[in-house]
């Protein structure tokens, strides 16, 4: 009886929030976690009080995780750069050159509501050790283990009546580090963001702009991260290249120490520039 009321439970935590797009990480997650439980729960020989109490526990945290009701979620995810979630399978990952230094990503994210087909194809090129972080939860994040270099996909609909252009420049920044975001979710704790530079390199309100033309937008953002004493500071850099579709941004975002950053000829400038100058979304992407 114990074992049908758990499974029961956990069934109704992980589909209670299905309807909801922003919340497809934290479903995803529980159902990843409902099946390991059910799994376990369902071997009678590991059935005993402190398994019901200690899965009872679980599911409660799990079902906390979802927050707020979707209409709230909703609306806080208008002003917050999420993970642009894969879309349509596994992404082909593929060492390239000589060396096999480098490795090239292609796949899919989700598109926008209203643009007719379910994912929109994205590529680019980033060093072949760098750690895949939140396979589970379905977001593109990968991690230099070495010296905490990131990279992530993210996606944030644009204010009313603006482009990627003519968007202020302070939007990304807020959106970027809002603490409703997904690089907050992740875990880090960064304040003080602002934009340093900025710069339309596909204008597509231009003369000669190309045909089927998706704007483009290069820039720098600044901000500092805080360490786990919660009392230093770490200057960090960030590379943005942003890509505008429909009324949404899919944003590469790279993070490094501002000090490395900043250092001319770095490796570590020179490494974040080449994943940004390979990033495409689009079908440039297939290419």
């Given at each position: 009886?114990?074992?049908?009321?758990?499974?029961?439970?956990?069934?109704?935590?992980?589909?209670?929030?299905?309807?909801?797009?922003?919340?497809?990480?934290?479903?995803?997650?529980?159902?990843?976690?409902?099946?390991?439980?059910?799994?376990?729960?369902?071997?009678?020989?590991?059935?005993?009080?402190?398994?019901?109490?200690?899965?009872?526990?679980?599911?409660?945290?799990?079902?906390?995780?979802?927050?707020?009701?979707?209409?709230?979620?909703?609306?806080?995810?208008?002003?917050?750069?999420?993970?642009?979630?894969?879309?349509?399978?596994?992404?082909?990952?593929?060492?390239?050159?000589?060396?096999?230094?480098?490795?090239?990503?292609?796949?899919?994210?989700?598109?926008?509501?209203?643009?007719?087909?379910?994912?929109?194809?994205?590529?680019?090129?980033?060093?072949?050790?760098?750690?895949?972080?939140?396979?589970?939860?379905?977001?593109?994040?990968?991690?230099?283990?070495?010296?905490?270099?990131?990279?992530?996909?993210?996606?944030?609909?644009?204010?009313?009546?603006?482009?990627?252009?003519?968007?202020?420049?302070?939007?990304?920044?807020?959106?970027?580090?809002?603490?409703?975001?997904?690089?907050?979710?992740?875990?880090?704790?960064?304040?003080?963001?602002?934009?340093?530079?900025?710069?339309?390199?596909?204008?597509?309100?231009?003369?000669?702009?190309?045909?089927?033309?998706?704007?483009?937008?290069?820039?720098?953002?600044?901000?500092?991260?805080?360490?786990?004493?919660?009392?230093?500071?770490?200057?960090?850099?960030?590379?943005?290249?942003?890509?505008?579709?429909?009324?949404?941004?899919?944003?590469?975002?790279t993070s490094s120490n501002a000090i490395k950053f900043?250092?001319?000829?770095?490796?570590?400038?020179?490494?974040?520039?080449n994943i940004c100058q390979s990033f495409k979304v689009?079908?440039a992407a297939l290419s």
């Amino acid at each position: 009886m114990k074992t049908i009321y758990l499974i029961s439970l956990f069934l109704h935590a992980s589909t209670a929030f299905q309807h909801s797009r922003s919340h497809q990480a934290v479903v995803t997650r529980c159902n990843a976690l409902k099946s390991q439980t059910i799994m376990f729960m369902l071997d009678e020989g590991n059935f005993d009080r402190r398994s019901f109490l200690t899965s009872g526990a679980i599911l409660a945290s799990s079902v906390l995780l979802t927050g707020a009701p979707p209409s709230a979620v909703a609306e806080d995810s208008q002003a917050a750069a999420i993970y642009a979630y894969r879309s349509g399978g596994l992404p082909s990952l593929r060492p390239i050159g000589l060396t096999k230094l480098t490795t090239r990503y292609e796949g899919y994210v989700e598109a926008p509501t209203t643009y007719g087909k379910s994912g929109i194809p994205i590529s680019f090129e980033f060093p072949s050790d760098w750690l895949q972080l939140d396979k589970l939860g379905g977001g593109i994040n990968y991690v230099d283990q070495r010296n905490g270099d990131r990279l992530y996909i993210l996606k944030a609909t644009l204010p009313a009546d603006t482009d990627l252009k003519t968007v202020a420049k302070s939007w990304f920044a807020d959106v970027i580090i809002s603490p409703e975001g997904d690089i907050a979710r992740s875990g880090v704790v960064a304040e003080g963001g602002r934009i340093s530079r900025s710069q339309m390199t596909t204008d597509c309100s231009a003369e000669d702009a190309p045909k089927n033309c998706i704007g483009r937008r290069r820039m720098i953002l600044k901000y500092d991260t805080v360490t786990g004493s919660g009392v230093q500071t770490v200057e960090r850099r960030g590379l943005i290249d942003a890509y505008q579709i429909q009324n949404d941004v899919y944003m590469m975002v790279t993070s490094s120490n501002a000090i490395k950053f900043e250092q001319k000829g770095s490796r570590e400038r020179e490494t974040v520039e080449n994943i940004c100058q390979s990033f495409k979304v689009g079908p440039a992407a297939l290419s």
